[in-house]
């Protein structure tokens, strides 16, 4: 009898101190590591929370300078607001030429990422306005809708309503690639002679001088690489 008593109470003892030692653990200051240089870096970690003076935020990373730009990002100048929208509409134009590639190039990325609402010609019959999965999706040609290439342009930036926007799923060329489409459908769905692409001479490049990384080719990036250093 005495020895089991004593049993649980040892068992007690050491459940109590298992306890207490648990509980003492702080996660975020270990008591013992082994081999720590293998978990604590040496340098500061850019995103780490420090407490020391000049660490704006308490972290390593700095905020860009007012102003800068980040490398292959174009600004725009151009709010969601309704004044910059028919600023856009009235004023931005199209820096892109009406040639056989950028037409084909823009209807192909039409007919991927706006043909399901807009439709194939632009008369909002697209598959998902037939489904009614939206509604309210326009005609390029209807009536009282004022569609220039910088309000396609805009739209593209921004969406508009139930339409999202496309910036980050297109670059800036694409974008300019798709309003020369949609502006050639409009033109079709009201009967108007469409942009005929304009004959390139050889070895002319078509293609604006976007300076995205992503359009860059790998000898273009080492190149810049080399700048750098
Ligand atoms: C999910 C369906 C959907 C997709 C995909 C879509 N749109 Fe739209 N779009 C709409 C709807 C809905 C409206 C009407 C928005 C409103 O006026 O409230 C609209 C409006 C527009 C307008 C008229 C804007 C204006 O100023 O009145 C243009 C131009 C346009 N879209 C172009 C595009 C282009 C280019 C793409 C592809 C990059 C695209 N849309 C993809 C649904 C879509």
């Not at 935020?57 to 607001?81: H, I, M, W």
């Not at 040639?99 to 998902?128: F, W």
């Not at 339409?163 to 980050?168: D, E, I, K």
């Amino acid at each position: 009898m005495i020895t089991k008593m004593r049993k649980t109470l040892n068992i007690g003892i050491a459940l109590l101190a298992l306890i207490t030692m648990v509980s003492c653990q702080n996660d975020l200051d270990p008591n013992y590591q082994f081999m720590p240089n293998m978990y604590a870096p040496i340098s500061y970690e850019t995103y780490g929370e420090y407490n020391i003076d000049g660490f704006e935020n308490g972290q390593e990373a700095k905020l860009p300078v007012a102003g800068t730009v980040p490398r292959g990002f174009q600004p725009f100048d151009y709010t969601n607001s309704p004044e910059d929208i028919d600023r856009a509409k009235s004023e931005l134009k199209n820096p892109l030429e009406y040639t056989e590639d950028n037409l084909a190039a823009g209807a192909q990325l039409y007919n991927i990422y706006c043909a399901v609402c807009h439709g194939d010609k632009g008369d909002g019959q697209g598959i998902l306005a037939k489904r009614e999965k939206f509604l309210g999706i326009p005609s390029y040609a209807a009536a009282g809708r004022l569609i220039t290439e910088g309000g396609v342009y805009h739209v593209q930036m921004y969406g508009l309503n139930t339409m999202g926007s496309y910036a980050s799923q297109t670059n800036e060329e694409e974008r300019w690639q798709i309003t020369q489409h949609v502006m050639n459908l409009k033109a079709t769905l009201e009967g108007r002679p469409i942009q005929e692409p304009k004959k390139v001479d050889d070895g002319d490049n078509p293609k604006m001088a976007v300076t995205s990384d992503a359009n860059a080719t790998p000898t273009e990036l080492e190149e810049d690489n080399i700048n750098i250093q």
